[in-house]
């Protein structure tokens, strides 16, 4: 059984602090489900509450009697919970630098100490850097904030550089 004990999620922007969720309490004992309605609903955000790409700015989750509110996704997929994106993941072992806090890196790209500590983070953990691309999306907005579309068009326009 999953259930959802007052969720909630904000993000701040130009404006201030957003209330994305609010207070969501939920009890679902099915093992698939699928969340319909309307365009800037909440849907997406509440599955990835769910499933660990985003923290929830209030309250927990629980599966099977067991908080997994602070698991991470791996942890959570072994537990059975998993997300199914809309576009397939086109690029599998991505690091990504962001300025908004992420579950990878933080830190001014155009900062030359942060671009090489992020470098020896990824050589440390996989060996080796391929390519470096500088691909802020036109909108400016961190990884959390932008859409697929916002990544994809990034990564077509973006400066991309063998790393030596």
């Known amino acids: 059984m999953l259930e959802l004990k007052n969720i909630s999620y904000q993000v701040k922007d130009e404006l201030g602090e957003k209330t994305i969720l ?79 806090e992420n579950d990878y890196f933080v830190g001014d790209l155009s900062d030359k100490g942060t671009l090489e500590r992020f470098a020896e983070k990824v050589i440390v953990e996989h060996g080796r850097v391929d390519f470096l691309i500088n691909n802020a999306a036109p909108k400016m907005c961190g990884i959390n904030d932008g859409s697929y579309d916002d990544f994809e068009y990034a990564l077509k326009v973006g400066v991309t550089a063998p790393f030596y």
């Open 22 to 100: 609010k207070n969501i309490n939920l009890t679902l004992d099915e093992r698939f489900v699928a969340f319909t309605g309307p365009n800037g609903g909440g849907k997406s955000t509440l599955a990835r509450i769910i499933a660990g790409i985003v923290k929830p700015t209030e309250g927990e989750i629980w599966l099977d009697g067991t908080n997994m509110t602070d698991k991470t996704i791996t942890e959570r997929a072994h537990m059975g919970v998993s997300y199914a994106f809309q576009q397939p993941v086109k690029f599998k072992g991505i690091c990504v630098i962001d300025l908004l």
